[in-house]
């Protein structure tokens, strides 16, 4: 006999009180989870993604048939491939637009980067997950063992550091000196070092940028390697950490084109003066700057080959 209850009987002459049920207004529809034997199809439903409604609520008492969203499971990212415009419940299955590898045969089959070459990948972060194949990032073979450092010669002072070689668009006229200052403060802030410790030479070839930062030990060195290789991971990763980094951007307009090697390597920075021989004239001086000058130049070349090295093994080989 409360008015105001779901229940009310204006008939009523004697209150039951205990039956009154409260007025809560809500779509009564079921959802497929509460679905039972008599809703169901007698074989079980044929098709558990469609039917029922998104946003039962277990504890209406009144329908409201207006809010009743209809229960569609489906992808419902507007920025996924396979969006479902009629989805109204996610279905955690969504898939990005990421280019990776995706032939089984492939070491790295559902990678999204090159740097997976041996086990395949398996991601828990669905937006990692490739979905476009890109057979530049599959590879079939083995990688070689990293090419080892070249011997320097006795007298050589030898420091740790991290290379980073990578090709670039543009011009090489593009790389003012203010771009390569602010290429060298965005390396020196990522890697904790001041800007007196990153070298970068640019050379031709498209443009091949070679960012040398100097480490205080070997250990320090792979520390740099481990904390720059996620941020050159690919191409699009190097490319925002340079161009909108928040230390100091280099132009948009200048792109890495190609993916980056990160190694922890040693260099030659110095060479001790050899012992004077008991008598040496000029002669044998000028015979000993032709080889000091003749030593510099292998080792800079050691080091461009053993950056060649590594490059020429990421690249992708097949099987014979």
């Not at 039962?56 to 996924?80: D, K, Q």
């Not at 000993?288 to 060649?308: D, F, H, S």
Request: aromatic residues 6%; proline residues 8%.
């Amino acid at each position: 006999m409360d008015p105001t209850a779901a229940n009310y009987d204006a008939q009523a002459t004697v209150n039951s009180n205990t039956w009154c049920i409260p007025v809560v207004t809500g779509c009564m529809m079921p959802s497929p989870s509460y679905l039972g034997p008599a809703q169901a199809a007698p074989a079980g439903r044929a098709n558990l993604r469609d039917g029922g409604a998104a946003n039962y609520m277990l504890t209406a008492t009144v329908n409201s048939v207006s809010t009743c969203s209809i229960y569609r499971l489906g992808c419902t990212s507007s920025s996924a491939r396979n969006y479902d415009q009629y989805a109204t419940v996610d279905d955690g299955n969504c898939w990005y637009n990421v280019a990776g590898c995706l032939n089984r045969v492939a070491l790295n089959f559902n990678c999204s980067y090159v740097q997976y070459d041996t086990d395949g990948c398996s991601y828990t972060d669905r937006a990692l997950v490739p979905s476009i194949h890109d057979e530049g990032i599959c590879r079939y073979t083995y990688n070689p063992p990293p090419v080892a450092s070249p011997a320097f010669p006795p007298g050589a002072v030898v420091v740790p550091v991290a290379l980073i070689e990578m090709t670039m668009s543009g011009d090489i006229a593009d790389y003012t000196p203010t771009v390569v200052d602010n290429m060298k403060a965005t390396f020196a802030a990522a890697s904790a070092v001041t800007i007196d410790k990153v070298t970068i030479v640019i050379t031709a070839g498209s443009v091949v940028v070679v960012v040398t930062i100097e480490a205080t030990s070997t250990a320090a060195a792979n520390t740099l390697q481990s904390t720059l290789a996620p941020l050159l991971a690919t191409p699009a990763l190097a490319t925002t950490f340079l161009t909108t980094g928040t230390t100091t951007p280099i132009p948009s307009t200048l792109a890495v084109v190609s993916t980056p090697i990160v190694v922890a390597s040693e260099i030659a920075t110095a060479f001790s003066p050899a012992p004077a021989p008991p008598t040496i004239g000029a002669t044998g001086a000028n015979v000993g700057a032709v080889i000091g000058g003749i030593i510099a130049v292998l080792l800079i070349v050691g080091v461009i080959g053993m950056l060649y090295q590594r490059r020429k093994a990421q690249e992708k080989t097949y099987p014979a």
